[in-house]
């Protein structure tokens, strides 16, 4: 069993907690162990409530997640078009082979037709996950919605006020 708590570990505590230390740092500072300070600062009214400071953390966090995936969708855009690209491009094709290993290389104007699916699917899959990443944004196509669904609102209130009724046939007083 440990020695017991005094008034000196008491005031240290206090002390070192309004400095905003950790409950950690405060049981390493004065030679407890951690549950020891949770125990004091129960019986002084004090927390190590952290939510604030988790909060900000996984906001950081989340706005650095953003940041990476927009990175790899730009990534991964690149090699999309990078595939694309090497589907008419001249295409370099070798082997080794016989029975003394020797090297052939052939450089035809573009790959073959399987080699051509091979560079498409890899292209798909790219910009299909980079997509999934960073979505495009269709601002001018939410703007029209919102603008028409303002001027709806509109007319349905001016055949309100004139009909005592909406278009649809439902009473709204």
Not at 21 to 49: G, H, Q, W, Y
Not at 57 to 86: M, N
Request: proline letters at 5%; glycine letters at 6%.
């Amino acid at each position: 069993m440990g020695r017991p708590i005094d008034d000196d570990d008491r005031e240290q505590v206090r002390r070192l907690h309004s400095q905003g230390k950790s409950r950690n740092e405060i049981a390493k500072t004065i030679e407890r162990s951690p549950s020891t300070v949770s125990k004091i600062a129960a019986a002084c009214d004090l927390t190590f409530d952290r939510a604030a400071e988790v909060e900000t953390a996984t906001r950081v966090r989340r706005a650095d997640l953003a940041a990476r995936r927009a990175e790899l969708a730009v990534t991964l855009h690149d090699i999309a078009e990078r595939e694309l690209g090497r589907m008419t491009e001249p295409h370099l094709y070798f082997e080794w082979g016989g029975k003394d290993h020797t090297y052939a290389q052939k450089w035809q104007d573009e790959p073959t037709p399987a080699d051509r699916r091979t560079m498409m699917a890899t292209a798909s899959a790219a910009l299909d996950r980079s997509l999934k990443l960073a979505p495009p944004r269709d601002e001018a196509g939410e703007r029209s919605r919102s603008v028409i669904g303002r001027l709806m609102e509109g007319l349905a209130r001016n055949y309100a006020d004139r009909h005592g009724s909406s278009p649809d046939g439902d009473d709204e007083k």
